[in-house]
Structure formats: structure tokens, C-alpha cells
């Protein structure tokens, strides 16, 4: 741009008779032909002068404006973060948790070709998404070696079973108290709104049939749920040490 500006006052001075570095006329011979010829002489410099001036200014203008044949932002990239659509998040479910409490229960009363181990375990759910939604699926898994047993839910826990437990800590205490299985998450799934950052605390059920005599306190357990908008999620407990708070009462 500046060889440009320089170029065409350089012309424009030589065409009107002066000199960037003179304040004083040059002196030049008319050429022959008259008067007129020079005069037709002058007035062409000053347009090639002028035509300079032109370029130099279309250049400096098209660097401005990006139109130069380089590469240039959008109007859209150019918006703060927030602000374009590309990068507003779609409606999301995330949900985590913690299993808080895990009881067994064996049942060796009845007969069978089969053993019957019941879980139940109290857990809490946040949804960490941005969409609210509902449970429409809960699974267990229980991992021990290689081997893997898938628990059914119980959709309904009777109002029988208690969880027993010590009123205080201590060898010394014998007093117990025994409290209800409640609430019981699953049961009406249509009114369990799990919303962003609404922490969830409730009670879980499971029931194993396996044809051998086993234990699994010390497992993995591998929680499953499903949203209603078809997201799937799990929750982890890695196998670790159990301290016993309390006892699963079933009658």
C-alpha cells in the first residue's frame, strides 16, 4: 500500500512539474510539436498518476474488507461461544450415583434346587444433565472372577421386610431398632422426575436364583438404569471391605 501511495504521488508530482524533494518547479523544454503536445502530455501523466493513486487505494480497501482471495472468519465464527448454535448443547441425561448400603439375605428355609439371594441396597441418583427424565429400566450385575449373574428387580418390596440395626455404635449396645424398606425407588416411575442436580435417595431390590451355594458380599456390583429418552447409565461398586451395620429381616 505504501509503495503504491508512493509511486502515485511520485507520478502525479512529475506530471504537474514538481518533486517530492523540491519546492521549487523543475524546468523542462517543451517538447517539439507546440504547446499543445505538452499540454496533451501533462494531462496523460496526471491520469496515469491518478490511476496509481487508484490501485493503491482499491488494494488498501480490499485488505481491509478480506477480499484479497485470503481466508477469512464468518460473521457466525466470529460470536462469542455461548452465542453460536454450534455450540448449545443438546438436552442431555447424565446420571451418577453411589450405592450407600448393601444387604443379603439367604433364604435356607425352603428346599430347592435352586438358592434364592436376595439384595437390597439403598443408593442415591443425581441427574447431572441438562433434560429431566424417568427410570424406565434397573438391572444388577454381580461380578466375581470371571463370572457374572444378572439379578431380576423387585418391582414391589413388601412392607414385611426390615432392616435391623444398632441404635448406637459399640460392643456394648444391645438395644436394636428396626426400620421399614422405604421409599423404594421403581415403584412409580412416572412420578420419580429425576431434574439437574436434585440429589435422589431410595431403595433398591434384587433377587438372584442360582443353582449352587455361594456368597458374594466381596463382589462387583454394577448398577444399570435407562432413561426415558433412551440414555443408559450405571453405577459401580468395586469390591472393597464391609463393615456390618445391620441385618436384612425377610419374613
Request: charged content about 20%; glycine content about 8%.
Amino acid at each position: 500500500m505504501a509503495l503504491a501511495l508512493v509511486v502515485g504521488a511520485l507520478g502525479l508530482s512529475h506530471a504537474i512539474g514538481y518533486w517530492p524533494y523540491s519546492l521549487t518547479p523543475a524546468t523542462r523544454l517543451p517538447p517539439q510539436g507546440g504547446a499543445q503536445q505538452s499540454m496533451n502530455q501533462d494531462i496523460w501523466r496526471t491520469v496515469y498518476a491518478a490511476s496509481l493513486l487508484g490501485v493503491g487505494l482499491l488494494y488498501y480497501l480490499g485488505r481491509r474488507t478480506g477480499v484479497t482471495g485470503k481466508k477469512t472468519q464468518s460473521p457466525e465464527s466470529l460470536l462469542p461461544l455461548a452465542a453460536t448454535p454450534s455450540s448449545v448443547s443438546p438436552l442431555s441425561v447424565d446420571l451418577r450415583g453411589e450405592i450407600l448400603e448393601l444387604y443379603f439375605h439367604k433364604d435356607n428355609d425352603i428346599p430347592s434346587f435352586q438358592e434364592h439371594i436376595t439384595v437390597v441396597m439403598k443408593v442415591q441418583l443425581v441427574n447431572h444433565g441438562t433434560a429431566e427424565a424417568t427410570v424406565t429400566r434397573c438391572g444388577l450385575h454381580v461380578c466375581i472372577g470371571q463370572e457374572r449373574l444378572a439379578g431380576s428387580l423387585v418391582n414391589h418390596v413388601p412392607d414385611s421386610w426390615r432392616i435391623k440395626k444398632r441404635k448406637a455404635a459399640g460392643v456394648l449396645n444391645l438395644d436394636y431398632v428396626e426400620t421399614q424398606i422405604e421409599p423404594c425407588l421403581g415403584e412409580a416411575p412416572e412420578h420419580e422426575i429425576y431434574r439437574k442436580g436434585v440429589p435422589r435417595v431410595g431403595w433398591l431390590a434384587f433377587e438372584f436364583h442360582v443353582l449352587e451355594n455361594i456368597e458374594f458380599p466381596n463382589a462387583k456390583f454394577t448398577l444399570s438404569f435407562r432413561d426415558s429418552l433412551g440414555g443408559d447409565h450405571c453405577v459401580e461398586r468395586p469390591p472393597m471391605l464391609y463393615r456390618k451395620v445391620g441385618t436384612l429381616l425377610i419374613d
